[in-house]
């Protein structure tokens, strides 16, 4: 990766394409919802991930330096864990969450009926795969072949964020606002979403409940996990030098991020802004805490770095 050095027009560019591209894209997931067309609503959602892309291309910025061969030979262990930390994280949280409302944990297959319709439940029945079978295939994908898969589309997402945004901001604020705010700007591009379609943490996730302080309350509680996730995506940049790493990693929590939903009731009401996926505040602790001793330990290089 080359160093660094602020733009702000290309900055001012990017985040108003960026942001304009992908509001207009949620407010046509909102439509397609509305008239019951859940699927396309999902696969337009995974299309807007390539926004940030595109909006790299309208500032008029290069891709070139964004470290496009993985170097995995180099990079075993930053491999690995972009890889397989998603799904540790994940689960770690998952038992936390459940430790706490064990009432919730639900083998019946409530959340894939309510999400995707109770059809698919029983094609699954016909073919002979019990709901816990199911489960066991979900957890392997997720740790298997589902981030290689998913990190094409994260890929769309981290030559945004990681490659463009996370670098300008850390040259014009210092890490430690860069990464914040960097994180922060990540989790209001998905704003509409949370607002409209209950996003996350409301009816698209298997809540109709709803939850207390709707919808400001899932917004901020999203920055907490974007810029939690922002922080490992960007360590993981820096010590590979590819861009490919975050991407992965972006990937793969992606993959693992449902599961937990799977084996929970639905309708948890305001204990959905507590978990069991890893964007709530119990659930998501594992990943905060990794993000925290990342941030600290980037605080006291950048402080040696300086005193030498």
Not at 289 to 299: L, S, T
């Amino acid at each position: 990766m080359n160093e660094t050095v602020f733009d702000k027009k290309k900055v001012v560019k990017y985040l108003v394409w960026t942001f304009a591209l992908a509001y207009a894209i949620q407010a046509g997931v909102w439509l397609l919802y509305r008239r019951g067309h859940i699927i396309s609503g999902q696969l337009v959602m995974a299309c807007m991930m390539f926004v940030p892309t595109l909006g790299v291309f309208f500032a008029g910025q290069s891709l070139k330096g964004m470290g496009w061969r993985p170097g995995i030979k180099k990079n075993i262990r930053p491999f690995l864990a972009a890889w397989l930390a998603p799904a540790v994280l994940t689960v770690a949280g998952a038992l936390l969450y459940f430790l706490v409302f064990p009432g919730h944990f639900d083998m019946s297959g409530s959340y894939i009926a309510l999400t995707t319709g109770s059809e698919a439940l029983e094609q699954m029945r016909g073919q002979g795969v019990s709901y816990g079978l199911y489960v066991v295939i979900s957890a392997v994908c997720a740790v298997t072949y589902a981030p290689l898969i998913n990190c094409i589309t994260g890929l769309g997402e981290e030559i945004g964020w990681r490659g463009f945004l996370y670098p300008q901001l850390k040259a014009r604020f210092g890490y430690r606002k860069g990464a914040v705010l960097g994180g922060i700007i990540w989790g209001a591009w998905h704003w509409p979403l949370i607002y409209l379609i209950d996003y996350e943490y409301g009816a698209a996730a298997g809540n109709n409940a709803g939850y207390f302080g709707f919808p400001v309350t899932g917004m901020l509680l999203f920055c907490v996990f974007t810029v939690s996730a922002g922080i490992i995506c960007d360590r993981l940049y820096e010590k590979s030098g590819s861009i490919w790493f975050p991407s992965v990693f972006h990937g793969a929590i992606n993959a693992a991020a449902a599961l937990p939903l799977a084996v929970c009731m639905t309708d948890t009401g305001s204990a959905r802004l507590l978990g069991p996926a890893p964007n709530g505040l119990i659930a998501g602790l594992p990943l905060i805490i990794i993000a925290a001793v990342f941030f600290i330990r980037k605080n006291e290089e950048g402080r040696v770095a300086q005193s030498m």
